[in-house]
């Protein structure tokens, strides 16, 4: 089976055709950084147009960077939500619209999904059941994963998740959009010990995280030294590198008890926060002293990207019919609503 997938969730454009026999055939992905710079942050409306003008002609480069014609898909997937209402409609009237012209089934797929299911594009891939560590943009959850559309939440943030503290840290010490990326960067030139910071939760018993405290307790640290004058480069770093060891060691932290807590011998990492490096580095070295392993989606699909989305579709397609036109979005969408799949290994 060969699937076109489509995400436009966000701020990026991402296309990619995966064949169930082949694996992915191709993917593309414009971002839209530059675009929302200027702004410190995404404008809806301008995501909206972007994705207009970028995903047909991405399209055609997948399609022929694949090898595929249109008309030999087998079906196509798109993101139905959650995410920005305007973004999510661009990828689905798209792709319903391919549907019908081509007489090709098409399935929404949810974006959640889409990552917690990403490092099955990876080789060697984890087998089910694992727990999922789910770190993407305003998410940070645990997740018992027994199949494809089988999963139990299992922890979660009562607030902000380490995505949303990442970008806001970075605004505290006047780091560019987007944020977190740049705050990992700053944090490898900083000394460990110089400042301290909590690990919010890190002891409560439970698999629950919190991370708005931690912001506040960075923002109350750089005012207490600002009131000695600005800080200087080495100062902004050891912050930083201070706040992203906090992050990781609630994150491992709460990983781990997953681990122990279902039984589970394998973790996946999926979702933007699942490209830092030092989570990447310790997470690994703490989950094997435990017998246990963990798997990482390659970096270039810890971001939003069509190849999830194309996989997810894939695994979905068996219950989608030929695309009639008719089509829905869903910026609100709950993971745990979706329906089982029987049949899992893709």
């Not at 990492?269 to 435990?290: I, P, Q, S, T, Y």
């Not at 017998?291 to 999830?308: I, K, Q, R, W």
Request: glycine content about 12%; some cysteine; aromatic content about 4%.
């Amino acid at each position: 089976m060969r699937v076109l997938g489509i995400e436009t969730s966000c701020d990026e454009t991402g296309v990619a055709v995966f064949d169930t026999a082949r694996g992915l055939l191709a993917h593309r992905l414009h971002s839209q950084v530059d675009l929302h710079a200027r702004y410190g942050g995404v404008v809806p409306e301008l995501a909206s147009r972007d994705h207009v003008r970028r995903l047909v002609p991405l399209i055609e480069e997948v399609a022929a960077a694949s090898g595929t014609a249109l008309a030999d898909l087998d079906g196509i997937a798109y993101t139905e939500g959650p995410g920005l209402a305007g973004a999510l409609l661009v990828g689905a009237s798209v792709a319903n619209a391919l549907g019908m012209a081509l007489g090709k089934p098409v399935v929404g797929i949810h974006h959640l999904e889409g990552h917690l299911l990403s490092p099955l594009l990876a080789d060697p891939r984890p087998d089910f059941p694992f727990v999922a560590l789910l770190v993407s943009g305003g998410h940070s959850q645990l997740y018992e994963v027994a199949g494809v559309g089988r999963y139990r939440l299992i922890g979660d943030t009562l607030d902000d998740a380490a995505g949303e503290a990442f970008d806001k840290t970075a605004t505290l010490l006047g780091l560019p959009y987007p944020g977190g990326p740049a705050l990992a960067k700053l944090a490898e030139s900083g000394r460990a010990g110089v400042v301290s910071l909590p690990r919010p939760m890190i002891d409560s018993g439970d698999l629950m995280m919190s991370f708005s405290g931690l912001k506040t307790a960075v923002l109350t640290l750089i005012r207490k030294r600002e009131a000695a004058g600005p800080l200087d480069s080495q100062a902004r770093a050891d912050v930083a590198a201070e706040f992203q060891r906090a992050v990781v060691d609630v994150l491992i932290a709460k990983a781990v008890a997953a681990l122990d807590q279902t039984g589970v011998s394998r973790l996946v990492v999926a979702g933007g926060v699942g490209a830092n490096r030092e989570l990447r580095a310790r997470l690994d070295v703490e989950v094997r002293k435990r017998g246990a392993s963990v798997y990482f989606p390659e970096l270039a699909f810890c971001t939003d990207n069509g190849a999830m989305i194309a996989l997810a579709g894939a695994l979905r397609l068996a219950r989608a019919k030929a695309g009639d036109g008719a089509f829905t979005v869903r910026p609100r969408w709950e993971l745990e609503s979706l329906p089982a799949v029987e049949e899992s290994s893709g």
